[in-house]
């Protein structure tokens, strides 16, 4: 279709929805347009010069609920609300003494794998196959066989699960930089092996590479051709600009390799608040908004600067992942969880604006798991479950009430197996459409890059 028809999908769209939620009264949807063209206009096929691949890790339907209703309102849309085509996929992994069993509730790790490579794998093990150990290419590889430029940012370490996926293979996700090898010891430079997550993504010159985890890079590292040296050492050895800052993320223009290191661990949270509690809960309480420091830049901040230091003539693949809602899910931290969700929509909203000036990318947000988080009805002393809650004042002025209920009081809150909400738009986007599993999008990404 030509491009103005394909810009028309883009923008149109999110025109027409965004003057529909405005006009629209709170709790009122009956004077919503005839959406029928939209949606025809928005069904395109062919290649995408780039991809942006939006992760929001343990973002559930539950958790867009609560972000929605309490930061808009419930009659209000978030910027991952207002794309054109939706669907659902499911998430499984494998078990790893019988790769044909399914494990029915995935960990991180085995999720990204799935998207990553297009291939199932059992939880913990970062773009290897389960029982076999054999390395499974992922798609930054092919892109970067293919010449295109590759990106990763996060919230979390670099080196966490999620963004692990994209450029490294280890048989345990825990091993994240040279020190941390114990679970992976074949996998070491000294022993001939790959190195750890951080090693591998750097000598995978991963163009772009932003978020956490500066432990883990400056470890040294224990054989090969960067021996002794850190890890930060071996990725300026290769061409990388190392940036530890918003000021110096900033003021980076394209050109080089850009490895940003924000924070020793996982990066700070952007909302802070009471944490869940057994009955009667925690609350009522609005969350404290504003409280990362400002030395460390934005999901959307990062969002925005990758997209400027990979756009180029050869397109790109980027990958932007909200990690934090799943760990304050995982800790019963209901305004940490919304705030990382809210901050999680921004970067979403900065890639939208970017897919508005160029129609020709495909935009896809999707989550790797469900969680624990649900909004129950306000608990009494006769009825109410038997996990932690708090309760929010919400936009719209009323009390919403949150139950984490996944595992008994004081313990790790898990991760849950339902399918989760996957939307895109532009080129190959109606491949999400229906029910499709996570391996499938591995495929439309592939496709849209002309990759198979």
């Not at 509730?105 to 490579?117: F, H, I, P, R």
């Amino acid at each position: 279709m030509a491009e103005r028809s394909s810009a028309w999908s883009a923008r149109s769209w999110l025109v027409v929805l965004t003057l529909a939620v405005a006009m629209a009264p709170a709790g009122v949807r009956g004077g919503s347009p005839d959406r029928t063209e939209a949606v025809r206009e928005a069904v395109r096929g062919g290649r995408a010069r780039s991809v942006i691949l939006f992760l929001g890790d343990g973002m559930g339907d539950s958790e867009i609920t609560l972000a929605r209703n309490y930061h808009v309102g419930a009659a209000g849309r978030l910027a991952f609300d207002t794309f054109p085509l939706t669907g659902t996929y499911t998430t499984y992994a494998v078990h790893e003494a019988d790769p044909s069993r399914p494990d029915y509730v995935t960990d991180s790790a085995a999720s990204a794998t799935g998207w990553a490579t297009g291939v199932k794998t059992s939880n913990g093990r970062i773009s290897t196959a389960a029982g076999t150990d054999r390395i499974l290419k992922t798609i930054v590889e092919l892109a970067r066989e293919h010449g295109i430029p590759t990106g990763s940012v996060t919230t979390a370490e670099v080196t966490d699960a999620t963004p692990a996926a994209l450029a490294a293979h280890v048989n345990d996700r825990n091993c994240q930089g040279p020190a941390d090898m114990g679970p992976c010891p074949g996998y070491r430079k000294s022993a001939g092996g790959l190195g750890s997550i951080a090693e591998q993504e750097v000598d995978h010159q991963v163009e772009v590479l932003l978020g956490g985890g500066r432990q883990r890079f400056e470890q040294a590292i224990e054989g090969g051709a960067f021996g002794g040296r850190t890890v930060i050492e071996s990725a300026a050895a290769q061409g990388y600009i190392i940036v530890t800052d918003a000021a110096a993320l900033a003021a980076t223009r394209p050109g080089r390799r850009v490895l940003g290191l924000f924070n020793a661990g996982d990066m700070s949270l952007e909302w802070g608040g009471e944490p869940a509690a057994p009955y009667p809960g925690s609350g009522p309480q609005r969350c404290r908004e504003g409280q990362r420091p400002a030395v460390e830049p934005s999901l959307a901040e990062m969002t925005r600067k990758a997209l400027q230091l990979l756009d180029g003539p050869r397109g790109f693949f980027l990958q932007v992942e909200g990690a934090s809602i799943d760990k304050r899910d995982h800790v019963a931290d209901p305004c940490g969880q919304i705030g990382e969700t809210v901050a999680f929509d921004a970067a979403v909203a900065a890639g939208l604006a970017y897919a508005a000036r160029h129609p020709d990318a495909l935009v896809i947000v999707t989550a790797d798991h469900a969680h624990t988080s649900q909004i129950v009805s306000p608990p009494t002393e006769i009825d109410h479950g038997p996990g932690l809650l708090s309760t929010l004042i919400t936009k719209d002025g009323v009390p919403m009430t949150v139950s984490y209920a996944t595992n008994v009081p004081g313990r790790w809150q898990q991760h849950t197996g339902t399918q989760v909400r996957i939307a895109a738009q532009g080129p190959q986007a109606a491949n999400i459409v229906g029910v499709t599993d996570q391996t499938e999008l591995f495929h439309t990404m592939a496709r849209a890059l002309g990759l198979e």
